[in-house]
């Protein structure tokens, strides 16, 4: 079965097992009713939209160069209301799902139940941790998709997912409980092409290719030379130098199988995450003293973007220069590949290629973490003030493993507030986060430089991030007019991302947007370097029913 197919089936089971779930509960009166016996029958509520963006991408070096792109989308949603249970249906469709992520389609499948103070829901779900807007360091369950960078809303980038949930509320103190499990692994999304597809995981997959292709000449090398020797032997011997032509000819079949696979989906090279291993579950308290919201929350299950392995790809390498210091014949030939002008590693790669040695190639793997976090939010005068901490606890405490994150703390912080005009708002928000043990990765920078390998949580602009996030929204002719304008520096990297959005609303279901985005960057070393040449217009129109 495909891992599409899975994925949808799991969803259905977990929602239709909750719908089971709740009939069996149905004759427990003692429960309680949130609602009343005596309320209207249920009703089934059908909406949804259709959209249509056009956006022109303008290089600012080349100011004539033009590259435009018509984004068409829908969504059609689908609830149902019962007295003692939801359910709630909804597809998103663009041309990016429908090619590489068909399983996102099913935007959300949600079957809801309620006994008294217990809600329990199950299905393909979204759940937001933290008192952030649209910002936040808690919200570990779900994973993003920025196959179109951040200009999607935060709840549409979110990327929904099979799970359990169980909600209690407790008839005093205003004390709120929940508990999450998840069977399955979201991990971002990424475009794979184009404007979008981020620079790390372009350079990973070319490098893993031109390995590939070098360990393929290095066996169809090794097989001619195998058949040449079998074909040129008379004597006793003969048989068994057939028996190693046949074997390495095997050999180099296989690995033109792989060489293709890989060639045609680079996802091989990620692990398979339909396993239970990599489930993910979570627990959080909510409680309300006065004015301050306040919770605690854990969640063990792994960071959403994947850490590579250099380990036996290195270990392959330091074979082949053991290889070379060992014999006379091979350390001369490396010597006069020198003298000819190649460097190092080309001196090796060809010498790999000449004798059939194989590269071992970087292998992909998704980290362990436990978050142990806090939040809060109150009123201070006319401000809403909001905020958030984490650690993250990894399988890397003391920081020595170059292949695994180490451990590390993030935060939030910020506030909004309704100015005296234009029925304006202000949101300012600031995120960050501090890797611990830093120290240690500037000293696995330097060890494993001469492989081209690096300490996953390498950073040349020093270990801190921190972002400034502005939001400012008003509203005229009775909200017909909403302009918006939001912006994001990075402080330590220095990147600016400016996004102002106009849209017009003739009437309720119609809406006309102009947006666009602009990305500077300080230099080559800023987080969004590669895609400083991505600013943008566009104009759009959606329409909801």
Known sequence: M?????????????????????????????FGDLEDESASSSKLEVNGSASMEVRAYVDADKAKDVELK?????????????????????????????????????????????????????????????????????????ADDYSDFIVTDYIDRRISTPMIRA?????????????????????????????????????????????????????????????????????????????????????????????????????????????????????RVLGTVGTFDFGASY??????????????????????????????TLGAAYMGLLAQGKSQSEALQSLAVANGWQFALPTLDYDRKQTFGLEGATVLWHFNVRGEFAYNLTDDVDGTDPWVHNNSIAWLGGFDIDLPFWNANLNVQETGTFILHG???????EQYAEYSADDVDYAKNGYTNNKIVCNFTTSFLNDKLCPEITAMYGIENGDLVILPTLAYKPDQNLTLTAKGMYIWCKDDDSEFAAWKKNSFVSLSARYQF
């Open 70 to 142: 018509a984004n068409p989308s829908g969504t059609l949603s689908l609830k149902y209301d019962g007295n003692k249970s939801d359910m709630n249906l909804t597809f998103s469709i663009d041309a990016d799902k429908i090619k590489t992520h068909p399983e996102d389609i099913v935007d959300e499948l949600l079957l809801r139940g309620y006994f008294g103070n217990l809600t329990l829901e199950a299905g393909k779900m979204k759940v937001v941790w933290g008192k952030g807007d649209k910002l936040h360091v808690l919200d570990n369950f779900n």
């Open 299 to 328: 969640y063990y299950g792994w960071y959403k973007q994947p850490s590579v392995n250099y380990s036996n790809y290195i270990e392959s390498i330091n074979g082949m220069k053991a290889n070379i210091a060992t014999s006379s």
């Open 439 to 445: 120290d240690e990765c500037d000293k696995n920078h």
């Open 2 to 30: 495909k891992k599409t197919n899975k994925l949808i089936f799991l969803s259905l089971a977990l929602a239709l097992s909750a719908n089971s779930f709740a009939q069996d509960f149905d004759d427990f009166g003692s």
């Open 167 to 283: 909600a209690y509320s407790l008839p005093v103190a205003n004390i709120n409980m929940e508990a999450i499990y998840t069977p399955l692994l979201p991990t971002d999304h990424f475009a794979t092409e184009g404007r979008w597809a981020p620079a790390q995981l372009t350079t990973l997959t070319d490098g893993a290719t031109k390995l590939v292709s070098m360990n393929l000449l290095g066996l169809e090398s090794k097989a001619a030379a195998a058949n040449a020797e079998a074909a040129a032997t008379t004597d006793a011997t003969k048989p068994a130098k057939q028996q190693a032509a046949i074997a390495a000819d095997k050999a180099y079949l296989e690995y033109l199988t792989y060489a293709n696979e890989l060639s045609s989906n680079p996802q091989s090279l990620f692990p398979d995450l339909m396993n239970l291993k990599y489930s993910q579950y979570g627990a």
